[in-house]
């Protein structure tokens, strides 16, 4: 609301700006500079504002997501095996890494991508749990 308000207080002041040359109160060179800066400051506000729309739905399709995540997530809360269905509605893919052998031991890490929230980092999921 406030940055509408001031929209219309510069659209207010341009015009005036534009009075003032007519009336040859300030140059046509002066009123060219300014005209140009405040087109400029349009363009530059009209992108930023698309930008930040689509920030916005962005994240509205995420919160969406997660919230058919939780969902789906909630259905398997007494869950005792994984079963073929459960695997399929949470999970989008299986990363395996190849093998680390350079502590002496063999280490090989796995990563999961759920479906619709992307990959949540192990050490989220422990804290989580312990907490």
Same mark, same amino acid.
């Given at each position: 609301?406030?940055?509408?308000q001031?929209?219309h207080?510069?659209?207010r002041?341009?015009? %005036?700006?534009?009075? &003032?040359? $007519? ?5 046509d ?7 140009? !800066?405040?087109?400029?400051?349009? *363009?530059? @506000? ?17 919160? &969406?997501?997660? &919230?058919?995540?939780?969902? %789906? $997530?909630?259905?398997? !809360?007494?869950?005792?095996? @994984? *079963? =073929? ?13 190849? =093998?680390?052998?350079? *502590? ?6 796995? %990563?999961?991508?759920? &479906?619709?929230?992307?990959f949540?980092p ?7 749990e *312990?907490?």
């Amino acid at each position: 609301m406030m940055d509408e308000q001031n929209g219309h207080a510069v659209n207010r002041l341009f015009i %005036r700006l534009y009075e &003032d040359n $007519v009336s040859g109160r300030i140059s046509d060179e002066r009123f060219s500079m300014m005209s140009k !800066t405040y087109e400029d400051e349009q *363009t530059r @506000l009209k992108a930023e504002a698309q930008s930040l729309k689509q920030e916005i739905e962005a994240q509205e399709r995420q919160i &969406d997501d997660i &919230d058919q995540f939780i969902q %789906r $997530v909630h259905k398997y !809360t007494e869950l005792k095996e @994984l *079963t =073929p269905y459960a695997l399929r509605e949470l999970v989008k893919a299986i990363y395996i890494e190849a =093998p680390d052998k350079s *502590t002496g031991k063999r280490r090989q890490g796995i %990563r999961i991508a759920y &479906d619709l929230v992307g990959f949540i980092p192990l050490e989220k999921l422990a804290k989580e749990e *312990t907490a």
